[in-house]
């Protein structure tokens, strides 16, 4: 179990910043390694609980995954349609690995996916669009059971909401099925994209991708490749928003201003100061922040809804009036208990969250609720005066390889506890 963080704010931030590779991309890259009758390496993976949990569900269905230096490597035809019930229960994304069990195997079975509580994530969507290319699930309790008796066919499915995960369980299902798919209202984040071109650097035939309207010719047999995924803009977006709430100047290289450009520009309309290079930007804050008035998530590319807690840490330093709505889950916000403990004026009404200046930011102890919250409260504590302890720390673990060093080697005071109850005596680790 993973030891709580002691971090020390009031200090900022200074030094660059690597970019790792997007977590969004490489859970869904894991699961189309399925689809392949050759080996698949993924290049510069970060090591995140996320991704060994899905390493650990490339291993239940009978492949070989491992890491290798900084890569991981996937082999092997999978020989069990059926998913460990442990990693499959405790991350959303495991619901991905089923569309291509079902295409090798003509059966998946799985428990239904878990993740972050903040709100209903349903799979109806997903679902609805395989029943469409020949899927017949069964739904028994938290089991979940799909076969497709008269094989798998190309479908015309309109989504009636841009989701990520569904159109990423919809290209994998149509690239090895008979015939061609057009999936409308399809998700336009650069992380579709990223799967796609996986998809037809292995052989796949997949147009459209980040576009509204998707089509995949599919074809009988895809081959491995060597891949290197995406950055992280959500990662890229938080050391943002911490430099942007401690003060400083952080240089996050490797990561083009794009990709998370609605980030930026409402740091810019806070009085940060922003350099834009094609695959680097560089934040400054030495003065005030200000109020960015009302905001709000959406499809890409608008904000991303994984950026609103982070930007809503910011807002607690800002000297006006803001307020962030997050149109895509009702409980976004499940860390301003965490801000209010600290001692800022915040609220939350229905799905938006609203912070007004005149709170003194004093450290405390803090739990972390979601993987996004969890971020956003180390944020906050850079920000506050005196010392914070977070719990709860495997949330953030999930999505964040090596946070606190990299924060430690911008001049944040951050320690990490040994868990108790370890073999080892409780010790910290800090940089002076």
């Known amino acids: 179990m993973a030891g709580d963080y002691i971090i020390t704010g009031g200090r900022p931030l200074n030094g660059t910043v690597r970019v790792p590779a997007a977590k969004n991309s490489v859970l869904p890259l894991l699961a189309a390694s399925l689809l392949?009758?050759?080996?698949?390496?993924?290049?510069?993976?970060?090591?995140l609980a996320d991704v060994a949990e899905s390493l650990a569900l490339l291993r239940s269905a009978g492949c070989t995954a491992e890491r290798q230096g900084a890569d991981v490597r996937v082999d092997g035809v999978p020989g069990s349609g059926t998913l460990a019930a442990g990693p499959a229960g405790r991350m959303r994304a495991s619901i991905l690995f089923c569309a291509p069990l079902l295409a090798r195997l003509g059966r998946a079975q799985t428990v239904l996916p878990g993740g972050c509580?903040?709100?209903?994530?349903?799979?109806?969507?997903?679902?609805?669009g395989l029943v469409q290319m020949g899927a017949c699930p069964q739904l028994e309790g938290e089991r979940l059971l799909l076969t497709a008796p008269a094989g798998r066919h190309?479908?015309?499915?309109?989504?009636?909401?841009?989701?990520?995960?569904?159109?990423?369980?919809l290209l994998l299902a149509a690239a090895l099925a008979q015939g061609e798919t057009t999936l409308r209202g399809a998700a336009r984040e650069p992380e579709i994209e990223d799967l796609a071109a996986f998809l037809n650097r292995c052989g796949g035939r997949v147009q459209g991708a980040g576009t509204g309207t998707v089509r995949v010719q599919g074809v009988r047999r895809l081959h491995g490749c060597s891949f290197a995924p995406l950055p992280d803009r959500v990662t890229a977006a938080t050391f943002a928003c911490a430099c942007a709430a401690a003060g400083g100047r952080v240089e996050?290289?490797?990561?083009?201003?794009?990709?998370?450009?609605?980030?930026?520009?409402?740091?810019?309309?806070?009085?940060?100061?922003?350099?834009?290079?094609?695959?680097a930007a560089v934040i400054t804050r030495f003065g005030r922040l200000y109020g960015p008035g009302r905001v709000f998530t959406g499809a890409y590319p608008a904000l991303a809804t994984d950026a609103a807690p982070l930007l809503?840490?910011?807002?607690?330093?800002?000297?006006?009036?803001?307020?962030?709505?997050?149109?895509?889950?009702?409980?976004?916000?499940?860390?301003?208990?965490?801000?209010?403990a600290l001692g800022s004026r915040v609220r939350v009404e229905g799905r938006t969250l609203y912070a007004e200046p005149g709170g003194t930011l004093q450290g405390t102890v803090l739990e972390a609720p979601d993987l996004r919250g969890g971020a956003a409260l180390m944020i906050a504590a850079l920000a506050a005066q005196g010392s914070s302890r977070?719990?709860?720390?495997?949330?953030?673990d999930r999505g964040y390889a090596d946070f606190a060093q990299?924060?430690?080697?911008?001049?944040?005071?951050?320690?990490?506890?040994t868990p108790r109850g370890a073999d080892c005596p409780k010790k910290r680790t800090s940089k002076t």
């Open 36 to 47: 392949c009758s050759g080996p698949v390496r993924l290049c510069g993976v970060p090591e």
């Open 117 to 128: 509580r903040i709100g209903a994530r349903p799979i109806d969507l997903h679902l609805a």
């Open 154 to 169: 190309g479908a015309d499915i309109t989504l009636r909401f841009p989701s990520v995960g569904a159109t990423e369980t």
């Open 252 to 279: 996050l290289a490797g990561c083009a201003p794009r990709l998370y450009a609605p980030v930026l520009e409402i740091l810019e309309q806070m009085g940060c100061g922003v350099v834009r290079r094609s695959d």
């Open 312 to 340: 809503a840490a910011v807002l607690l330093c800002a000297e006006g009036p803001g307020s962030i709505e997050d149109v895509i889950f009702e409980r976004r916000f499940g860390c301003a208990a965490g801000f209010a």
């Open 390 to 396: 977070i719990t709860h720390t495997e949330f953030i």
């Open 406 to 417: 990299k924060l430690t080697a911008l001049g944040g005071q951050i320690a990490r506890e």
